[in-house]
């Protein structure tokens, strides 16, 4: 009888380390079939490296990874490839495919694209002018032609807007084969995975939840670990102590007797001590935003006024009518490249230029301002850590000395010897822990943040928005995280046909961009098939190109013996066939 939840991956006794630290030892897994799997943990925990090692790619020090003979798995790549910017959306899909088949496959590259969302005349557009969005699209794409069963994803939603988030989101919530996905999305792997593998402590925990679920049985795990360690500590210092006075004791009264059981007592204690059970490391910086209130109406009020490209008059949208005062925590929705963060950069170039403001966006006077820019500008690749900090406050109209900024930044998890190295050598998730950290030093009433989740995980993102959550000041933020913006924010606005338009709650705000969501997802993993193609708006060579190709493939398969040919896909041909003979009047 056939397996219907075979295994595809398994990984047994894996130990991995490189210079830094060790990532793994005695790592034990398997991926069945119908998992969907949601790959936590924190920054540095080694999720990446796990699916390079799982798929293959990377060897570990010791331990085996055995693949299925029937797996078929393709990895998403976390980057959009240079090598793939100069081609046509249609080439770049056709270049995963060997040079031999990726002529005859144009049809097929076609169905895929048309599938998630691309029409006809996007085809032969440049992978250059693409948007964020639209890559990891292309991306997917190339993995759908290969037909696989297995899609292995490493930070898919990073740098998503909101619109293709959701696009995303559906697509795999529909995918029939197996995944794993590594994301710091919780209501993206909520929605998308059936259970969960959690990286702490160089060891895999395997849960049979989703995200949510799993982590609030994650920290129950924790807590007992905790109870357990702390009744192991309290056992071996009362052995500790025992052990000690019996030493005394056998040398003040020259007992050998006693001097033997204190011995006896020590290597119990020893053997103890190695059994003791690891507790689940802390996370390793903590964030709080003091902030205050500022009792007035209005703290930022702007009226009819255009944002737009700077050094262009090309309008983005039009603001009619926006205020904000102390307690609102606003967020700000939209497609990539709709102006989002010009918005924020115009209010704060409004802020430190009050001399060259525009007219049209006020700034209360004595209110003090914090910004986040998702590019992580705000801090001098040339200076320390100190002095950036120094720098950045200064430049916020605050003051802060040396010995507070040292006290800061280890109290965020930088050693001492760190405290002095140059920002430009600071990782993506280390130089917006040090924004954050700026803006926290800052006694501020209004705070504005620009994708500040890009380079946060689980628990950053869970502690950021707790803070945010009891910040008494005004807040502006741009994120496509829902779950974040919703424990943040009280105000929902998107920009929309070049309108900024205030929304009642967060659903009526995700409903209003929910045009550009929808997937024909009827890619189920076979071991060998072939898609109908639509037959509208093709010429009739094409047409006929395609008629002559169903031919061929009815023909093939009708020479089959009767048990392995494929009466599904014949009648598809068929109609096909008798749409195009249609078209071509040929009936």
Not at 570 to 583: C, D, P, R, S, Y
Request: glycine share 4%.
């Amino acid at each position: 009888m056939k397996n219907k939840n075979q295994t595809f991956i398994t990984a047994e006794n894996v130990y991995y380390y490189n210079s830094e630290n060790e990532l793994f030892k005695g790592l034990s897994v398997s991926l069945n079939q119908n998992d969907k799997v949601g790959l936590i943990g924190f920054n540095g925990s080694g999720k990446s490296t796990l699916l390079k090692i799982i798929s293959k790619n990377l060897s570990p020090n010791s331990g085996t990874v055995t693949h299925a003979n029937n797996l078929k798995f393709y990895m998403i790549e976390q980057h959009f490839p240079d090598s793939l910017l100069d081609f046509s959306l249609l080439d770049a899909t056709l270049s995963v495919l060997p040079c031999d088949e990726s002529y005859s496959s144009g049809w097929k590259a076609e169905t895929v694209l048309t599938g998630i969302g691309f029409r006809n005349e996007h085809f032969h557009m440049k992978c250059s002018s693409l948007s964020g969005g639209q890559k990891t699209k292309i991306l997917i794409a190339r993995a759908l032609l290969l037909e696989p069963n297995t899609l292995l994803l490493d930070e898919p939603s990073n740098h998503l807007d909101l619109p293709t988030m959701l696009w995303l989101e559906q697509f795999l919530s529909t995918w029939k084969g197996c995944l794993i996905t590594v994301s710091h999305d919780r209501r993206l792997l909520d929605n998308v995975t059936n259970c969960s593998w959690i990286i702490s402590n160089n060891t895999l925990y395997k849960y049979g939840y989703p995200c949510s679920n799993a982590l609030i049985e994650h920290q129950k795990l924790e807590d007992a670990l905790q109870l357990q360690h702390a009744a192991e500590e309290q056992e071996i210092r009362r052995l500790e102590s025992s052990a000690k006075q019996l030493a005394i004791w056998g040398k003040n009264y020259d007992s050998n007797s006693l001097s033997r059981k204190a011995q006896s007592m020590f290597k119990r204690i020893d053997k103890l001590k190695e059994q003791q059970c690891e507790t689940i490391d802390d996370y390793p910086w903590y964030l709080t935003f003091p902030g205050r209130s500022l009792p007035a109406n209005k703290l930022i009020d702007i009226n009819n006024f255009n944002v737009q490209l700077k050094n262009s008059t090309l309008k983005l949208f039009n603001i009619t009518d926006f205020t904000a005062a102390s307690g609102d925590h606003i967020t700000i929705l939209g497609e990539n490249g709709c102006g989002k963060s010009t918005f924020l950069e115009y209010v704060w170039h409004n802020y430190i230029t009050p001399a060259d403001n525009i007219s049209e966006i006020l700034i209360h006077p004595k209110a003090i301002m914090a910004y986040y820019d998702q590019t992580l500008n705000r801090l001098d690749d040339k200076h320390s850590l100190i002095d950036a900090l120094i720098m950045y406050c200064d430049f916020a109209g605050v003051s802060v000395d040396n010995e507070t900024c040292k006290k800061a930044l280890i109290k965020a998890g930088f050693i001492y010897n760190r405290l002095f190295s140059k920002i430009e050598t600071l990782s993506g998730g280390e130089r917006a822990r040090v924004l954050l950290l700026g803006i926290s030093l800052i006694d501020s009433h209004i705070i504005m943040l620009d994708e500040p989740t890009n380079h946060l995980d689980f628990i950053g993102k869970t502690e950021l928005a707790e803070q945010l959550r009891a910040y008494l000041g005004t807040l502006i933020l741009v994120s496509h995280d829902r779950d974040f913006l919703e424990k943040v924010c009280n105000r929902f606005f998107v920009i929309n046909n070049g309108k900024l338009i205030e929304y009642n709650d967060s659903n009526s705000a995700y409903k209003s961009m929910y045009s550009d969501t929808s997937v024909n997802n009827h890619y189920e993993p076979k071991d060998s098939s072939v898609q109908s193609v639509p037959v509208n708006d093709k010429n009739d060579d094409e047409l006929l190109k395609r008629l002559f190709e169903l031919e061929e493939l009815l023909q093939e398969d009708q020479k089959r013996k009767n048990k392995h040919q494929k009466p599904d896909l014949q009648a598809m041909w068929h109609k096909e066939i008798n749409e195009i003979n249609g078209l071509l009047h040929l009936n």
